[in-house]
């Protein structure tokens, strides 16, 4: 689960019967830990960026290194 979580940049819940239950957020860090079969909880914050730093800022690059056909007028 943690390396789904970090491969799509998305918080993830999972709950199983042979690993571990718990929340883990975009970094792979297990935020919330189920010890048996209680139910975990946590606060995330959706709007917040996640900004990987060999990535750089991405979004700003996409007009420039667009395939010419999108670019269309």
């Known amino acids: 689960m943690k390396a789904r979580a970090i491969e799509n940049q998305v918080y993830v819940v999972a ?5 571990r239950s718990g929340i ?8 919330a830990d189920a ?4 139910v975990v909880v946590a606060t ?3 709007a917040e960026p ?8 991405w979004r700003a690059r996409i007009d ?5 056909w999108s670019k269309a007028p």
């Open 24 to 31: 883990f957020d975009r970094e792979g860090e297990r935020i």
């Open 64 to 68: 420039r290194e667009a395939p010419a």
């Open 35 to 38: 010890k048996g079969s209680e």
């Open 44 to 46: 995330v914050d959706l």
């Open 50 to 57: 996640t900004v990987w730093p060999w990535l750089g800022n």
């Open 15 to 19: 709950s199983g019967f042979d690993f």
